[in-house]
């Protein structure tokens, strides 16, 4: 089982539409949790962290559901500009700062 | 936010040569900066771990002399890919730890990355 996996995609939407990414993770020990996004032959942008209390920032909502070791992603009101990959992305390794990506999700929203 | 730049952006080399990729943190001091590996329509795989003042520690399956990791200042991690082969054509992105935000210190910042051709 890999460490960190998410559903490859791609998603096509329409503008405007919402679109929900999921990842799951298998270490329960892992603490931290973030969304990164990637556009093509760039380097990985943080997006957002993931708080288990859940978490919004404008059209962009992460949760966290420690039980199932599932993260999630929501987009509203997608646009143009939202077209990227969207990498989930675990600290598996507790304390050591590591980082582990998923293989990333790919999102092109259609005008 | 915190600035990581990296040097070169893109380089290509013959095979069997050796190539140097510079990562700095251009606004803050990093004690550790890691590097990773991205294969086209692939994740990013971390290859090593770059501590300031002492030996990188390597993911396993990755080569310690062929990729030479030197930490020589808080603000300096160098990545050299020794006898170059197409195999390793890739794009080789550094980060830096965020010890500088509020709250989480595992928020890393990534360098633009450097495309290497090995021909």
């Known amino acids: 089982r890999k460490e960190v996996e998410q559903d490859p995609g791609p998603f096509n939407v329409p503008e405007g539409a919402t679109v929900a990414f999921n990842c799951t993770y298998s270490?329960?020990?892992?603490?931290?949790f973030f969304w990164y996004r990637q556009d093509c032959r760039k380097e990985p942008k943080l997006l957002m962290s993931?708080?288990?209390s859940g978490n919004e920032d404008g059209r962009f909502t992460a949760q966290l559901n420690r039980a199932s070791q599932y993260i999630s992603l929501l987009i509203r009101d997608s646009k143009l500009s939202d077209s990227a990959t969207y990498l989930c992305?675990?600290?598996?390794?507790?304390?050591?700062?590591?980082?582990?990506f998923g293989s990333g999700t790919q999102l092109t929203v259609l005008p | 936010g915190a600035v990581v730049s990296q040097h070169p952006s893109r380089v290509i080399c013959k095979s069997g040569t050796s190539v140097k990729i510079e990562c700095r943190s251009l606004?803050?001091?990093?004690?550790?900066m890691f590097w990773y590996r991205q294969f086209p329509k692939k994740s990013l795989m971390l290859m090593a771990t770059?501590?300031?003042?002492?030996?990188?520690?390597?993911e396993q399956g990755v080569e310690k002399d062929k990729f030479l990791i030197n930490h020589a200042s808080l603000t300096l991690s160098t990545l050299t890919v020794t006898s170059a082969h197409p195999e390793d054509s890739s794009f080789y992105i550094c980060?830096?730890?965020?010890?500088?935000?509020?709250?989480?210190?595992?928020?890393?910042?990534f360098g633009p990355g450097t495309r290497l051709t090995v021909l």
């Open positions: 980060s830096a730890g965020g010890e500088w935000t509020s709250g989480n210190t595992d928020t890393q910042y």
């Open positions: 270490n329960s020990a892992s603490q931290s």
């Open positions: 993931v708080y288990s």
């Open positions: 992305v675990v600290n598996i390794r507790g304390s050591a700062r590591q980082l582990t």
């Open positions: 606004d803050f001091q990093a004690t550790t």
């Open positions: 770059s501590n300031e003042g002492s030996k990188a520690t390597y």
